[in-house]
């Protein structure tokens, strides 16, 4: 069964580094999208993804961050200068279509600033 | 903009049907999906509904949809230990374009 590849599972950094997270949507996907659960909250819309340009982005999505889609399989997540909040678990998703109603994601990758 | 509530914990019986709830607040949310979390793992869809419908159900689960009191619930059949985890409701809102999720409901199931 296809399914959405998120690396690294953990990634542990200091605050103020750079950090890149990476996501290998379902190939036959259009649309992508990056989530965030903090410990103990709800999963957060991030961003979403489409034709190699945002769709939509939510308040969270700040200059801090950025999306891109560097080949035709890879979907990453930057943030820059991390802070101890940005710590939480990133989950990338993708959809066939924009009205196709199944979102896949992938594992997630817990991020942690220290 | 669009909320969705759910109760935080239930425990039941293994054997036992489990209910969970949830509540939305955006009537326009076309469709409503339940997601399962198992520990350390990602968000599994499990089941979703169109907002014409009032029901749908697939082997052991079965949703439920109050369109007018804007109600979602899940119901697991003969709960068994290996359905322990988190249920996430959510909605789908923004054109399509996003799912609002509720905080999780964490179910138990004990012998």
């Known amino acids: ?114 | 903009g669009e909320d969705v509530e759910q109760s935080l914990f239930l425990s039941v019986r293994e054997g036992d049907s489990s209910v969970i709830n949830c509540t939305y607040t955006d009537s326009s949310s076309t469709y409503l999906y339940w997601y399962k979390q198992e520990p350390g793992a990602g968000l599994q869809l499990l089941t979703y509904i169109f907002s014409n419908m009032d029901m749908k159900q697939d082997q052991r689960l079965t949703v439920l949809l109050n369109k007018k009191d804007k109600h979602l619930s899940l119901r697991i059949a003969d709960t068994q230990t290996g359905d322990s985890a988190i249920y996430f409701c959510a909605a789908l809102w923004g054109g399509y374009n996003k799912l609002i999720f509720g905080a999780g409901t964490r179910l138990a199931v004990h012998p």
Not at chain 1, 41 to 51: A, H, R
């Open chain 1, 1 to 114: 069964e296809p399914e959405v590849t998120q690396t690294p599972s953990h990634q542990v950094t200091q605050m103020g580094q750079e950090v890149i997270l990476r996501c290998v949507p379902i190939s036959n996907h259009l649309y992508f999208y990056w989530y965030r659960q903090i410990l103990g909250q709800k999963v957060e819309f991030l961003v979403s993804f489409y034709n190699n340009e945002i769709s939509e982005k939510s308040e969270i999505f700040d200059d801090q961050f950025s999306v891109e889609r560097p080949d035709g399989s890879n979907f990453t997540l930057k943030i820059r200068s991390t802070k101890l909040e940005d710590s939480a678990m990133y989950f990338c998703a993708s959809t066939r279509g924009q009205a196709n109603t199944e979102a896949f994601f992938g594992q997630g990758t817990r991020l942690t600033v220290v």
